[in-house]
């Protein structure tokens, strides 16, 4: 009975565990989230774990967008839209970014 409770378990937390390992490139590279021109990304495939992931990355990218706009004088918004150019620029092949038309663009 227990060892049957602990193969079970194993088998759950072997099943769990790409959920936990999403990350940002991961993510790209597998099409779900891509970056969009104004500095943050968006879900491409909607789950709640890519749901989970965009919110965390954004929250973060707002803050540092927030502290480099009070360190240079310059709003947020441009913050975001120079880290977009650099970010997008950089992407790896077949990565996602949206362009100007709000159309999704493979790099």
Same mark, same amino acid.
């Given at each position: 009975?227990?060892?049957?409770?602990?193969? +079970? !378990?194993a088998l759950l937390l072997? !099943?769990? !565990?790409?959920?936990?390992?999403?990350?940002?490139?991961?993510? #790209?590279n597998a099409g779900l989230?891509?970056?969009?021109?104004?500095?943050?990304?968006?879900? +491409?495939?909607?789950?709640?774990?890519?749901?989970?992931?965009? $919110?965390?990355?954004?929250? @973060?990218?707002?803050?540092?967008? +927030?502290?480099?706009?009070?360190? $240079?004088? =310059?709003?947020?918004?441009?913050?975001? @839209?120079?880290?977009a150019e650099k970010i +997008?620029? $950089?992407?790896?092949?077949? $990565?996602?970014? =949206?362009?100007?038309?709000?159309?999704? @663009? @493979? #790099?």
């Open positions: 009975m227990q060892l049957r409770f602990l193969t +079970i !378990l072997m !099943l769990a !565990l790409p959920a936990y390992a999403l990350d940002l490139h991961d993510a #790209r989230i891509g970056e969009t021109p104004e500095g943050y990304v968006e879900a +491409i495939r909607k789950g709640e774990e890519v749901i989970a992931l965009v $919110n965390e990355i954004n929250d @973060k990218r707002e803050q540092e967008y +927030i502290r480099i706009s009070k360190e $240079n004088g =310059q709003p947020v918004a441009v913050v975001g @839209k120079i880290a +997008i620029n $950089n992407l790896e092949p077949g $990565n996602y970014y =949206q362009g100007p038309d709000g159309e999704w @663009k @493979k #790099r």
